[in-house]
């Protein structure tokens, strides 16, 4: 009895805190980058739908697993642990196939026998045809459980195939350049290196997906005297493609062209206001780019 107390005083802490540490993590990626801008709000709420409507399934199968294993006679915690860590789909599996009987007491000698053995394994004795009455309620047991299960894994896929529809097509990511929000970027990059320090941003890419986009917020301390300097060569540059340098700044966003810039460009900062700003390397199609940017 104490140790079901303990059980399910584990499983009433254990899944909000659990809850809550997402709710947290989501929060500090919120504030420690540019957050969920530049994203439809239904995406996040997609994906923390899916993420808690999958947490509610492993726990509601795992509670099921627990009542169904002290049927059995066997350890309810190690059984639910298992169905509840290895998401609800390889926990379940891996839980039948290996469930048991299930089994009752000998009358003679107390010895754990099927409920279907017509005779004891240990002492040969007989059972009763009364002993057998336990078979006639075989029916699933608490169904409750099981239907709150698989309607939350129902939400669960709902709000995953939302998401991948949604990230599939690009619907609620924005993809421009010129917009003061975060770009997000539905393609790859194959990367060398990618630094800022000291105020200076250093980019080394191999190759990218045509359009994808590098981005890095600096700070622009005196617009009428500072300039942005920046150093790029490209090393491979198949025709037609290019390597396009965005600033932007609220609703200020000028491009350039730097894909067979020669010597260091330079450029004026005094359409733009004190503040950060958002400098961008759009990439298309060029390869094995070196570059070096920064505003003094």
Not at 29 to 45: M, T
Not at 89 to 109: D, V
Not at 180 to 207: A, Q
Not at 208 to 220: H, K, L, N, P, Y
Request: hydrophobic letters at 40%; charged letters at 15%; proline letters at 3%.
């Amino acid at each position: 009895m104490n140790q079901t107390k303990k059980t399910k005083l584990l499983l009433y802490i254990g899944i909000p805190v659990i809850v809550l540490w997402i709710i947290f993590r989501f929060g500090l990626y919120a504030l420690k980058s540019d957050g969920f801008s530049g994203l439809s709000i239904l995406l996040p709420v997609l994906l923390i739908g899916f993420i808690l409507f999958a947490l509610c399934t492993s726990a509601f199968f795992a509670a099921w697993v627990y009542q169904d294993c002290k049927r059995r006679g066997e350890d309810p915690i190690l059984c639910a642990i298992i169905v509840f860590a290895a998401t609800p789909f390889i926990g379940l599996l891996l839980y039948f196939l290996r469930r048991s009987e299930i089994k009752t007491g000998c009358p003679a000698c107390g010895q754990r026998i099927s409920v279907t053995a017509n005779y004891c394994e240990t002492c040969g004795t007989q059972r009763k045809k009364e002993d057998t009455t336990i078979m006639k309620n075989q029916t699933t047991h608490h169904l409750t459980v099981l239907i709150a299960g698989m309607i939350s894994m129902v939400l669960m896929l709902v709000c995953l195939t939302g998401f991948l529809v949604s990230a599939a097509t690009g619907t609620g990511f924005n993809t421009n350049p010129a917009s003061n929000e975060r770009v997000w970027n539905l393609g790859t990059i194959r990367m060398n290196s990618n630094t800022y320090l000291n105020h200076i941003w250093k980019l080394d890419f191999r190759s990218a997906s045509e359009g994808f986009v590098e981005e890095q917020t600096m700070t622009i301390t005196d617009a009428d005297t500072q300039r942005l300097y920046a150093d790029i060569s490209c090393g491979t540059i198949p025709d037609g493609d290019t390597l396009v340098l965005w600033l932007v700044q609220e609703d200020t966003a000028k491009s350039i062209d730097v894909t067979n810039h020669s010597e260091p460009l330079e450029y004026p900062l005094n359409e733009f206001e004190n503040g950060t700003i958002h400098v961008r390397l759009q990439i298309n199609g060029v390869e094995h780019t070196v570059s070096e940017i920064y505003i003094q």
